[in-house]
């Protein structure tokens, strides 16, 4: 049974993720951690709990959700999945930094580029890779069939979806792949995005107003 733990963090409210299942085997998902006292929390958590990080998983690249990133790299020594339309995203990243007053260093990882209709496994839990670009050019959705659940990054919110108006956004393609890949999955599917509270794909179908 997978179980899920989520942290808030940085400037911006993100939502890193761990996801776990019995044998202590997980996956780091948007490792936003930006300080010392962020950072002590997720280790402590992993610590705590015996926990292997066998992948970092990034549902796209922007500053909020990678600042984490090079320690996450360093400590667990695995390779990033990413896909290869957001690696321009996160070679931005310092750039990104300036902005918010933030020194950021060049990230130097190792990247697994993944794509659409590629599958994940965390001991034959299957994840299936949905590309969702209109956020950022590379945003994924990664799926869980038989648990019911997804991780949608900056796709899809409770109640909204995410920004259009950052580099390469596009609304009507954000648009366009939520109701054609995501809404024909089963209404019950639990959506941890990468803001605010998990919802669910057949709550979005009947309440969200971008997807009336």
Same mark, same amino acid.
């Given at each position: 049974?997978?179980?899920?733990?989520?942290?808030?963090?940085?400037?911006?409210?993100?939502?890193?993720?761990?996801?776990?299942?019995?044998?202590?085997?997980?996956?780091?998902?948007?490792?936003?951690?930006?300080?010392?006292?962020?950072?002590?929390?997720?280790?402590?958590?992993?610590?705590?709990?015996?926990?292997?990080?066998?992948?970092?998983?990034?549902?796209?690249?922007?500053?909020?959700?990678?600042?984490?990133?090079?320690?996450?790299?360093?400590?667990?020594?695995?390779?990033?999945?990413?896909?290869?339309?957001?690696?321009?995203? !996160?070679?931005? +990243?310092?750039?990104?930094?300036?902005? *918010?007053?933030?020194?950021? =260093? #060049?990230?130097?990882?190792?990247? /697994?580029?993944?794509?659409?209709?590629?599958?994940?496994?965390?001991?034959?839990?299957?994840?299936?890779?949905?590309?969702?670009?209109?956020?950022?050019?590379?945003?994924?959705?990664?799926?869980?069939?038989?648990?019911?659940?997804?991780?949608?990054?900056?796709?899809?919110?409770?109640?909204?979806?995410?920004?259009?108006?950052?580099?390469?956004?596009?609304?009507?393609?954000?648009?366009?792949?939520?109701?054609?890949? !995501?809404?024909? +999955?089963?209404?019950?599917?639990?959506? *941890?995005?990468?803001?605010? =509270? #998990?919802?669910?794909?057949?709550? /979005?179908?009947?309440?969200?107003?971008?997807?009336?």
């Amino acid at each position: 049974m997978l179980q899920i733990q989520s942290f808030v963090f940085n400037f911006a409210s993100e939502n890193t993720y761990i996801l776990y299942n019995e044998n202590k085997n997980a996956w780091l998902i948007d490792p936003g951690n930006m300080n010392e006292q962020e950072t002590q929390l997720i280790d402590d958590f992993i610590t705590t709990n015996e926990l292997k990080v066998q992948k970092i998983l990034l549902t796209h690249a922007h500053i909020d959700h990678v600042l984490g990133l090079q320690w996450a790299f360093d400590k667990f020594k695995t390779p990033v999945t990413l896909h290869q339309e957001d690696q321009e995203v !996160l070679d931005m +990243l310092q750039m990104s930094g300036m902005r *918010f007053g933030l020194p950021i =260093n #060049p990230v130097n990882v190792d990247i /697994e580029y993944i794509k659409e209709g590629d599958e994940l496994e965390l001991d034959g839990e299957k994840f299936k890779i949905y590309h969702v670009p209109g956020h950022s050019p590379g945003s994924v959705v990664y799926h869980n069939n038989e648990q019911k659940l997804m991780i949608s990054g900056d796709v899809l919110f409770e109640g909204s979806i995410g920004r259009t108006d950052l580099y390469k956004g596009n609304y009507d393609q954000l648009i366009e792949g939520i109701k054609t890949k !995501l809404f024909i +999955l089963d209404d019950e599917t639990q959506v *941890f995005s990468g803001h605010g =509270n #998990p919802t669910s794909i057949g709550f /979005e179908k009947q309440y969200n107003p971008f997807l009336k």
